[in-house]
């Protein structure tokens, strides 16, 4: 089946299987900064933003999709490099895998949440599995981006 | 899951008609769908029949079943009406990702064992309207389901009920041990029991024990929550055993009940 999805602000038509997930769809279309983690909804690598709210695309059928606005990390890739900058003066990105969706639910966060203590950043990122961090230098990270967007 | 052919319907009577006439299969959240090994022939997306959101009435306070977790467990108004209950409920479910995408009406039609949402429906005497004017008591819904085909537009709750959520889980974002909900509704109170593992039940006894008292004395609570284990069946899996489920539900009741009674 035919679909019609903004894909980072560009109209882009696309084809699927009317069961499959969108995973697969963005990358066969070239939307490989989606990554495919666990695959099973659990590790939060494969986020992307649907109409701005952060969702898992690899639970999400691909079909639905059809005549919205998606936004990948590429499509916030300025937002992503400041919010980069933090993460490198933690130590808090080894491998680099998870980043994208970390980094897409982090951006998600800052535009949802006012002021957000570290028990709010903590729930908020608790989709987000990181194998490498072991998560403390991430949340330095976000907290020190967060205030510095309030300067 | 492999689905044949897709269909969006823009109407409930349109989604409806073709769960029954053509042998469709609603899709709700559709979070599952990944992980389940089923061929259906025709999928039925509900997304877009209106059927997300949070809204009071002169019935009380309705929840679409498009409404995803994240919208019950940011909704003002539900925080105002139950309490933390509901968000509670919803708060532990993976990521915020996922909660975006699953939906109560998915949770309630799979009458899952593991639910925390369904125990807390269950226990604030939550209705389910079967479209187009089926509304049945939400916790007889889970025990004995509905006739079908059928689809699930909404959910009547009180407009207004002291509510509380207590649960045990190995880590933050597991399915539950088990899970209890309590409520003092216009009714009297109503307690709920779910993931032991199976799927939630009222303990009839324990509820008439604190009987409509706003107050029930300590020893009143404790002799309720005592009493509900008698009432459930319970049983082991990879995550517990029966003995240890019925062990620590007191515990559990006595919390929840103490949180409701203030």
């Known amino acids: ?151 | 899951m492999e689905i044949v052919e897709y269909s969006r319907p823009r109407s409930i009577d349109e989604a409806l008609r073709l769960i029954r006439d053509r042998g469709g299969t609603p899709i709700a959240g559709a979070a599952w769908l990944r992980t389940n090994a089923k061929t259906i022939k025709l999928g039925v997306d509900l997304s877009e029949l209106g059927l997300d959101f949070i809204r009071e009435t002169e019935r009380g306070v309705e929840i679409g079943a498009m409404t995803s977790y994240r919208s019950i467990e940011t909704s003002e108004l539900l925080a105002e009406r139950f309490g933390g209950a509901l968000g509670a409920a919803v708060s532990h479910v993976v990521g915020v990702q996922l909660r975006n995408i699953i939906t109560i009406g998915g949770t309630a039609a799979g009458r899952y064992g593991f639910s925390d949402l369904n125990t807390v429906l269950a226990a604030l005497g939550a209705k389910v309207v079967l479209y187009p004017k089926t509304a049945l008591d939400f916790a007889r819904y889970v025990e004995t389901g509905a006739e079908g085909p059928f689809l699930i537009e909404k959910f009547i709750l009180p407009a207004r009920a002291r509510a509380a959520f207590s649960q045990m889980r190995i880590s933050e974002s597991d399915f539950p041990v088990l899970n209890a909900a309590v409520a003092k509704t216009n009714d009297g109170w109503r307690i709920a029991v779910g993931a032991r593992p199976g799927a939630t039940r009222l303990c009839p006894r324990a509820m008439a024990m604190l009987g409509s008292a706003e107050r029930p004395s300590d020893t009143t609570v404790a002799e309720a929550a005592a009493q509900a284990p008698a009432e459930l069946r319970f049983g082991s899996d990879i995550r517990a055993g029966a003995e240890y489920r019925e062990a620590i539900l007191p515990a559990l009741l006595r919390r929840a009940i103490a949180e409701v009674r203030g």
Do not use: W
């Not at chain 1, 998606?70 to 680099?96: M, N, P, S, Y």
């Not at chain 1, 994208?100 to 729930?123: C, K, Q, W, Y």
């Open chain 1, 1 to 151: 089946m035919k679909l019609t999805i903004t894909i980072n602000g560009k109209n882009e038509l696309l084809e699927c299987a009317p069961g499959e997930m969108l995973t697969e769809v963005l990358r066969r279309a070239g939307y490989v900064e989606v990554k495919k983690g666990c695959d099973t909804g659990n590790c939060g690598a494969c986020t992307v933003l649907l109409e701005g709210k952060p969702v898992l695309s690899c639970s999400y059928l691909a079909a639905r999709a059809d005549g919205k606005n998606i936004t990948t990390i590429q499509g916030r890739v300025d937002e992503a490099r400041r919010f980069a900058q933090f993460l490198t003066a933690e130590g808090a990105d080894q491998c680099g895998f998870c980043a994208p969706g970390f980094t897409l639910t982090v951006l998600a966060m800052r535009d949802e949440l006012a002021n957000p203590s570290e028990a709010d950043i903590r729930h908020y990122l608790a989709g987000n599995l990181c194998r490498c961090s072991g998560y403390e230098g991430q949340i330095r990270a976000i907290k020190n981006y967060l205030e510095a967007q309030h300067e």
